[in-house]
């Protein structure tokens, strides 16, 4: 069945109504390279025209925008500290929100916060212990390693990056975009293309009632986040991932008849080279996954798509691509809120390199029941994102 799907396939602001929030952005900065040298400071401006052309709550269009400053050390190679790296990332956001217009859950834009803000996003400390095994500690967003692939990093629509049945968890979130907290990570790599991560996190990133700061704040009543991944190789230069997520606090639950534990879900996910013909890429890619129905809106969410690169004559950067996420509402839920089986949305894309550092992506969105709202008309979301990146200690000739 999967490669049947992979084959066919701002002032401060509240978040929506749904309780869900934007999930993490896809185009996470590089780690060091040895062609670097010891230390690494980059920094990327995300910038975004995006507009509801037609349905969703009214239309309009909103300027997005997303500054990653990134600082990363060698600390082996900087001060002697064996096996260990540093890393620092800032961010900033204007917090325009474009899903205030189309009023989806998916999050149609994976820049968007909903609070303008300029925060410390992570700062972490890696260390490897021999070639197999890693433990990295401090401000940490779990979706730069759990639930990621490469090939649905391509798209805007914030599902593709992390599945919505994990991403509309927690009271403030799980630790993702924009939001992170402090996590322990432990990686073991057991043979090539095999790994195994498992992850202990705050359960409450930041501060639900100051979205905008940078808070550490640790509560036993708050509880933790455990997740767990399994990486497998698949097929020629595929990759399989198989995860499970669990909170141990208590929460609500959708029907009101009270607070339980067992906040938990899993997913399958899956990258596969579908055709490598000289010049030219073709990559599908499929996501399945389930979450607890008694506390919240989807109980369960699939995506996939294909991710063309090469196609262009004279264009071999360049990237074409079209997805498809679906979230299914839970039964307490459309039986407390009348809302509808399920939000859809459909996105095409198209990525092109322009120079080393400038990068332009016009896309389009569908979002059939935004929200699962049966009042909600079908929307029509059009946009064109500009990316533009620098390595500052290249650019300084060091």
């Known amino acids: 069945m999967l490669l049947l799907a992979l084959a066919a396939g701002i002032a401060?602001?509240?978040?929506?109504?749904?309780?869900?929030?934007?999930?993490?952005?896809?185009?996470?900065?590089?780690?060091?390279?040895?062609?670097?040298?010891?230390l690494l400071l980059q920094l990327t401006y995300t910038s975004e025209v995006i507009g509801n052309a037609s349905g969703g709550l009214r239309r309009g269009a909103r300027y997005l925008d997303n500054l990653d400053i990134v600082f990363e050390a060698d600390l082996?190679?900087?001060?002697?500290?064996?096996?260990?790296?540093?890393?620092?990332y800032g961010l900033y956001n204007n917090g325009n929100s474009i899903s205030d217009l189309v009023g989806d859950s998916h999050a149609v834009s994976n820049i968007e916060t909903g609070v303008r803000a300029f925060r410390l996003y992570e700062a972490w400390i890696d260390q490897k212990f021999g070639d197999k095994v890693s433990l990295r500690a401090g401000l940490y967003d779990l979706n730069s390693e759990f639930d990621a692939l490469d090939s649905s990093g391509l798209f805007v629509g914030s599902a593709h990056g992390i599945g919505t049945d994990f991403s509309q968890t927690g009271q403030n979130g799980p630790s993702i975009f924009p939001?992170?907290?402090?996590?322990?990570?432990?990686?073991?790599?057991?043979?090539k293309g095999w790994a195994v991560r498992a992850a202990v996190l705050d359960a409450v990133p930041g501060d639900p009632a100051r979205p905008g700061r940078t808070v550490i704040r640790l509560n036993k009543?708050?509880?933790?986040?455990?997740?767990?991944?399994?990486?497998?190789?698949?097929g020629s230069g595929g990759k399989l991932l198989l995860g499970?997520?669990?909170?141990?606090?208590?929460?609500?639950?959708?029907?009101?008849?009270?607070?339980?534990?067992?906040?938990a879900g899993t997913y399958i996910r899956a990258e596969l080279p579908l055709s490598a013909a000289p010049g030219r890429?073709?990559?599908?890619?499929?996501?399945?996954?389930?979450?607890?129905?008694?506390?919240?809106?989807?109980?369960?969410?699939?995506?996939t798509g294909l991710k063309f690169t090469g196609w262009i004559p004279g264009r071999d950067e360049d990237e074409f691509g079209i997805a498809l996420a679906m979230g299914f509402t839970a039964e307490p839920y459309r039986t407390a809120t009348g809302a509808a089986a399920?939000?859809?949305?459909?996105?095409?894309?198209y990525r092109t390199q322009l120079a080393p550092w400038l990068a332009i992506q016009p896309h389009a969105q569908y979002i059939r029941r935004p929200s699962a709202d049966p009042a909600v008309p079908n929307a029509l979301v059009l946009g064109i994102r500009t990316e533009i990146g620098?390595?500052?200690?290249?650019?300084?000739?060091?």
Not at 281 to 303: E, H, I, Y
């Open 179 to 191: 939001s992170t907290s402090l996590a322990v990570r432990l990686q073991v790599e057991p043979a």
């Open 221 to 234: 009543d708050e509880g933790a986040l455990l997740v767990g991944e399994v990486q497998a190789p698949l």
């Open 390 to 398: 620098f390595d500052l200690f290249d650019l300084m000739g060091k």
């Open 244 to 263: 499970h997520w669990r909170y141990t606090a208590r929460f609500d639950r959708t029907d009101g008849s009270g607070t339980a534990r067992g906040n």
């Open 76 to 88: 082996e190679r900087a001060a002697g500290w064996s096996g260990a790296q540093l890393h620092l």
């Open 281 to 303: 890429k073709l990559d599908g890619f499929a996501r399945f996954g389930t979450a607890s129905g008694r506390f919240n809106m989807f109980d369960f969410f699939m995506s």
């Open 12 to 38: 401060e602001a509240p978040p929506p109504q749904d309780g869900t929030r934007p999930h993490s952005h896809t185009h996470a900065p590089a780690e060091i390279e040895e062609a670097h040298g010891p």
């Open 342 to 349: 399920s939000e859809v949305a459909v996105e095409a894309t």
